[in-house]
């Protein structure tokens, strides 16, 4: 089935300082990804769609220039969370989908970010 | 923005009981997709209902789709302590928009 590899798995950094999360789809191509925001027992929150070889598209209330996507391949996005805070930290998840297989959005197993 | 309301918050019941979690959209689907995720996990996709009024199963879960494709419901049978976690809904807008999810909890 599709797989989506996430990374890295959990970070903890220090306020200011920008960290990368990778999204990676194993066995499929993927013109469109999806990252996600949850916060603890909460539901997840469509940050942005990545496009492939074009800008992301940022849902409202979203902070493009703090939340930096790029989508440089059909079988990686990355989200930069630039500057972080503490209010940044949460559990990020992206997700993408076979549409060769016409199968549901896989997701990828989700990045804690700590910011202390 | 778009949004799937889905009902209950929380749901706690004993083994062998039966248990209902309902989707609702103020506009209408072109899809609707149904996740589980465990505690500490990510979500997993679950089933995908396209036609209006859709029935399908998966041993003891049935989903739904409604005729007029605004809502959907998960039943589960029989529940297990394997079937603890949060179910959510997707709903297809041309991108997922996921509801609050109902938090599941079965006890032995």
């Known amino acids: 089935g599709a797989v989506v590899s996430q990374h890295p798995s959990w970070v903890i950094c220090k306020s200011g300082t920008s960290v990368k999360i990778e999204c990676r789809s194993l066995d499929f191509q993927a013109t469109t990804m999806f990252w996600y925001r949850q916060f603890p027992k909460q539901s997840l929150m469509l940050m942005a769609t990545?496009?492939?070889?074009?800008?992301?598209?940022?849902e409202q209330g979203v902070e493009k220039d703090k939340f930096l996507i790029n989508h440089a391949s059909l079988t990686l996005s990355t989200l930069t969370v630039t500057s972080a805070h503490p209010e940044d930290s949460s559990f990020y998840i992206c997700?993408?989908?076979?549409?060769?297989?016409?199968?549901?959005?896989?997701f990828g197993s989700g990045t804690r970010l700590t910011v202390v | 923005g778009q949004q799937v309301m889905q009902i209950p918050q929380y749901q706690h019941v004993q083994e062998g009981e039966d248990f209902t979690t309902y989707c609702n959209s103020s506009?209408?689907?072109?899809?609707i997709q149904w996740y589980k995720q465990r505690p500490g996990g990510h979500p997993v996709f679950l089933i995908q209902?396209?036609?209006?009024?859709e029935v399908k199963k998966q041993k003891r879960l049935t989903f739904q789709f409604g005729e007029a494709k605004k809502n959907s419901s998960l039943h589960i049978t029989a529940t297990q302590t394997t079937d603890v976690g949060t179910y959510f809904c997707a709903g297809d807008f041309n991108k997922f928009y996921f509801g609050s999810g109902t938090k599941l909890n079965v006890k032995p």
């Open positions: 209902l396209v036609k209006s009024g």
């Open positions: 506009t209408t689907l072109s899809n």
């Open positions: 997700s993408a989908r076979d549409t060769v297989a016409n199968y549901g959005y896989t």
């Open positions: 990545s496009n492939e070889g074009s800008k992301a598209t940022y």
